[in-house]
Structure formats: C-alpha cells, structure tokens
C-alpha cells in the first residue's frame, strides 16, 4: 500500500550521515541520490516501501510537524537495541530509549 515515506530536511549531508548507516544495519541499500534528495530501499524489489529525505519541493525550509512518525519494522528487541545505538553515535534524538510500550501491546517494543 504504501509506497514511499518523504521526510524534508534542511541539511542534506547532515541526513546523509544518520541515514546511511541506519538503513544499511537494515539491510536497505541507496535507490537514488542527487543534489536535493536521497532514497533507500530494495533495488531488486520496487515493491518494498522506499524511504526519502529531500529538500521540499516547493523551494522553502523543512519543518517538523508535532505528532508526525514513520516506524521502521526490525528483526526484534536486539535488531532495535543496535539500530537506536547506532542512531544515536550519528546524531539522532529520541522520546524514549529502546523498550516495551505497553500502551501498544505486552509485546510492542520500540525505540
């Protein structure tokens, strides 16, 4: 259904720098780069959801919306331990460590 998420930024390289090596702990590979936009998905599958960071479209500069989330499903409780680890050493933020959202589930856990 969905088939691709678009986050704007204000600095591309910046987002180049977290992003790379996030999706590439997922195994997710770059699918296009240029001077305003990045995208990582599944080369050999165009069916996987993509996932983009750009400039916006329309010239002006990125904001963040309160309440706006993408989730990126992992391979379990380590598989985030290690993704949010590594977000963090290249500039991430966070509203909360990796753990158990009961609000969710007994079994949700995110980061």
């Known amino acids: 259904m969905i088939g ?9 390289a910046r987002a180049l720098r977290f992003y ?3 999706f590439a702990e ?3 590979e770059p699918c296009w780069r240029d001077e305003q936009t ?5 080369t ?3 069916s996987v ?3 983009f960071v750009g400039y916006p479209f329309d010239g002006r500069e990125a904001t963040v919306g309160n309440g706006g989330m993408t989730a990126f499903l992992a391979a379990g409780a380590a598989a985030i331990d290690r993704l949010y680890a590594l977000a963090m050493r ?7 460590g990796p753990g158990f959202r009961p609000q969710y589930s007994e079994t949700f856990y995110a980061a």
């Open 38 to 42: 990045a995208a990582w998905g599944d």
């Open 49 to 51: 959801p993509r996932f």
């Open 90 to 96: 290249h500039g991430g933020s966070d509203e909360g």
């Open 44 to 46: 050999a599958d165009e």
């Open 4 to 12: 691709y998420t678009m986050v704007g930024t204000k600095d591309l």
């Open 20 to 22: 790379d090596p996030v």
């Open 26 to 28: 997922m195994g997710l």
